[in-house]
Every structure is written in C-alpha cells, then in structure tokens.
Nanobody
C-alpha cells in the first residue's frame, strides 16, 4: 500500500522559512515522481514544484521561483520542499503526491496523495 505523509507545516511570519517533508512508503524501487501542490482558501489546488525520479525539477508556480526548492532523499524515501521568504499569499494546505512516470501539472493524473499540511503566513 502506498502512503504519503506530509509534515513540517505551521505558522510563520512573512519572510520566514519552513521545510515540508513528504515521507513515502510503498513506492520502493518504482520510477516515480513526487509533486508538491497547494490549495489556498477559496482556490483550486495548484502545482508548486515537482521532482522526477532522475531529480529533474519542474516549477508550476511562477510566484515561488527563487524562493522554494524541492529535493529528494531516495535512501530514506523522502522529498522535501524548502520554502524561504514566505509571503501571506503562500498560505495554503500543501500536499505531496506521487505518480509513476513523468511529471504533469494535471492533478487528476497523480495517483497517490498525502493528507496535506497547513502553512499559514502572517504579515
């Protein structure tokens, strides 16, 4: 059974940093990509940053360029989202997702989802 568990969310003031973690189980040995998505209040879920099985990153949110980075630790089946210079508009529930194969921005094409972690940025 595939499970994704996010952690590291919380409340922070604008300009601060957080690192989200996504612990994946049940995907050992598979060629899978991991994506970070977020859903802000009243908005659709959107792609943020995704990382392929070969560590290629794809950024789907222009607003996070230069501030967010994604990395993966295959030995520990973990993926991280480092968020710096946080802004109030980054407030959202952040989800990690996994799929076998290539990265895509279309949320319906991701097979597995975590439960999400809340990030709140105050001004």
């Amino acid at each position: 059974e595939v499970q994704l568990v996010e952690s590291g969310g919380g409340s922070v003031q604008a300009g601060g940093s957080l690192r989200l973690s996504c612990a994946a189980s049940g995907l050992n040995g598979d060629d899978y990509a991991i994506g970070w998505f977020r859903r802000a209040p009243g908005k659709e879920r959107e792609g943020v940053l995704c990382i392929s099985s070969s560590d290629d990153m794809t950024n789907y949110a222009d607003s996070v360029k230069g501030r967010f980075t994604v990395s993966r630790d295959n030995a520990n089946n973990a993926v991280y989202l480092q968020m710096n210079s946080l802004k109030p508009e980054d407030t959202a529930v952040y989800y990690c997702a996994a799929r076998i194969g290539l990265i895509t921005r279309f949320t319906t094409m991701w097979n597995y989802w975590g439960q999400g972690t809340q990030v709140t940025v105050s001004s």
